[in-house]
């Protein structure tokens, strides 16, 4: 039997993961930040005070550990080859996650300072109040509120609410990588907005392409890259970040991942983001 020391971890694994996770955008980093986490409760359950709120406690922990392990996640961005991309949490297409951030939104968060993010993420996408982020963080609720507030007006300012529905996501997808991989220009201009751009995370490798803004722009280069990458790629259709999105496998391994933000009457692609780079498609089945 689990003793209760894990057992209560292990309940609220999965609420750690997905707060650290939509804070850090990486895999890795928060799989340590969880490890720092249970080794701080494991310890901690050594005194002989009980802590009264577990919930709370490793919430705490595990925040402050996250908003820590952001400084040595910009120290690696400086020497990192290429445009960088949130690392993608894939599932099957019939899971839904309520609690996941899509991928652009992920983009957006990136350009909040460390604190905005983790206050964004904490009120925004979990609910929680600005008195109980005080104290995680060890604010008051006055300050907590300002910085939600600032975070709030620069997300949404970037990024307008909008969460299309899943069936015209999934058909967005499929029309999009019908005509990018087939190399059908007219049919590419048809479906990205005039504004539309393109982000290609390869870490240096092929995939890898600075961001790139214009529907004409955009479908040349795509009609250019489906003769050298377009054969052989098998499309399976996952569900990326809590949305339909692509897997791209070729000889059954993963090649790339592909999601699409939305134009908000849902008819044209408005953001693409093509996350290409090995060493983030590890944990992808």
Same mark, same amino acid.
Do not use: C
């Given at each position: 039997?689990?003793?209760?020391?894990?057992?209560?971890?292990?309940?609220?694994?999965?609420?750690?993961?997905?707060?650290?996770?939509?804070?850090?955008?990486?895999?890795?980093?928060?799989?340590?930040?969880?490890?720092?986490?249970?080794?701080?409760?494991?310890?901690?359950?050594?005194?002989?005070? !009980?802590?009264?709120? +577990?919930?709370?406690?490793?919430? *705490?922990? %595990?925040?402050? @550990?996250? &908003? $820590?392990?952001?400084?040595?996640?910009?120290?690696?961005?400086?020497?990192?080859?290429?445009?960088?991309?949130?690392?993608?949490?894939?599932?099957?297409?019939?899971?839904?996650?309520?609690?996941?951030?899509?991928?652009?939104?992920?983009?957006?968060?990136?350009?909040?300072?460390?604190?905005?993010?983790?206050?964004?993420?904490?009120?925004?996408?979990?609910?929680?109040?600005?008195?109980?982020?005080?104290?995680?963080?060890?604010r008051s609720?006055?300050?907590?509120?300002?910085?939600?507030?600032?975070?709030?007006?620069?997300?949404?300012?970037?990024? !307008?609410?909008?969460? +299309?529905?899943?069936?015209?996501? *999934?058909? %967005?997808?499929? @029309?999009? &990588? $019908?005509?990018?991989?087939?190399?059908?220009?007219?049919?590419l201009m048809?479906?990205?907005?005039?504004?539309?751009?393109?982000?290609?995370?390869?870490?240096?490798?092929?995939?890898?392409?600075?961001?790139?803004?214009?529907?004409?722009?955009?479908?040349?280069?795509?009609?250019?890259?489906?003769?050298?990458?377009?054969?052989?790629?098998?499309?399976?259709?996952?569900?990326?970040?809590?949305?339909?999105?692509?897997?791209?496998?070729?000889?059954?391994?993963?090649?790339?991942?592909?999601?699409?933000?939305?134009?908000?009457?849902?008819?044209?692609?408005?953001?693409?983001?093509?996350?290409?780079?090995?060493?983030?498609?590890?944990?992808?089945?």
């Open positions: 039997m689990t003793d209760p020391t894990t057992q209560v971890f292990s309940q609220q694994r999965e609420l750690l993961f997905s707060v650290v996770y939509n804070i850090l955008g990486t895999v890795a980093d928060t799989e340590d930040v969880l490890q720092e986490t249970w080794l701080a409760w494991s310890g901690r359950q050594q005194g002989a005070e !009980p802590v009264e709120n +577990p919930r709370a406690y490793l919430v *705490r922990v %595990a925040v402050n @550990r996250a &908003l $820590a392990q952001q400084a040595v996640i910009s120290r690696r961005r400086e020497t990192y080859v290429g445009p960088w991309l949130p690392e993608p949490i894939v599932r099957p297409l019939e899971e839904h996650d309520t609690e996941s951030v899509s991928m652009a939104m992920l983009v957006v968060l990136e350009t909040l300072t460390p604190l905005e993010r983790a206050v964004f993420v904490l009120h925004e996408v979990f609910g929680y109040a600005h008195t109980e982020i005080g104290d995680i963080l060890g609720a006055a300050a907590v509120r300002q910085v939600a507030h600032r975070a709030r007006e620069h997300v949404h300012a970037r990024r !307008p609410r909008f969460e +299309p529905d899943p069936r015209v996501q *999934r058909e %967005a997808t499929e @029309r999009f &990588l $019908a005509a990018a991989l087939g190399g059908d220009l007219d049919a048809e479906i990205l907005a005039p504004d539309v751009t393109l982000w290609g995370d390869g870490a240096g490798n092929a995939g890898g392409v600075r961001p790139m803004q214009g529907r004409d722009k955009v479908a040349r280069l795509l009609a250019a890259l489906a003769g050298r990458s377009g054969e052989g790629l098998d499309v399976r259709y996952r569900s990326v970040n809590g949305e339909p999105s692509a897997l791209l496998v070729t000889g059954g391994v993963p090649f790339a991942v592909v999601t699409l933000d939305l134009t908000p009457d849902g008819r044209q692609v408005s953001g693409i983001y093509v996350v290409a780079n090995p060493d983030k498609l590890t944990h992808v089945d």
